[in-house]
């Protein structure tokens, strides 16, 4: 059974930069697409940025240009650059594998 441990989450000023980790146990990691989502209090959770197994992005409109997702199969790890950050980027964020298994879920506060 695939498991995903996230971390990097912490507490930053606006306009500062943190880099999320997501590691995968198991060998599946490679076939698939990775995600990355949020959720903020009293929201839902939305889809932040995707990467697939050949290296294609997405992003939700709300980070592009600040955010930035990869991947290292070699290490079963994606990672989430988040730069320019701002107050409304505060959530917990969570880390999503294509064979529907989710992460536990890293917080990230980002202060005005």
């Known amino acids: 059974q695939v498991q995903l441990v996230e971390s990097g989450g912490g507490s930053v000023q606006a306009g500062g930069s943190l880099r999320l980790s997501c590691t995968a146990s198991g060998s599946i990691f490679s076939l698939g697409a990775m995600s990355w989502y949020r959720q903020a209090p009293g929201k839902q959770r939305e889809l932040v940025a995707s990467i697939t197994s050949s290296l294609s992005t997405d992003y939700a409109d709300s980070v592009k240009g600040r955010f930035t997702i990869s991947r290292d199969n070699t290490k079963n790890t994606v990672y989430l650059q988040m730069n320019s950050l701002k107050p409304e980027d505060t959530a917990v964020y969570y880390c999503?594998?294509?064979?529907?298994?989710w992460g536990r879920g890293t917080k990230v506060t980002v202060s005005s």
């Open positions: 999503w594998l294509f064979n529907n298994t």
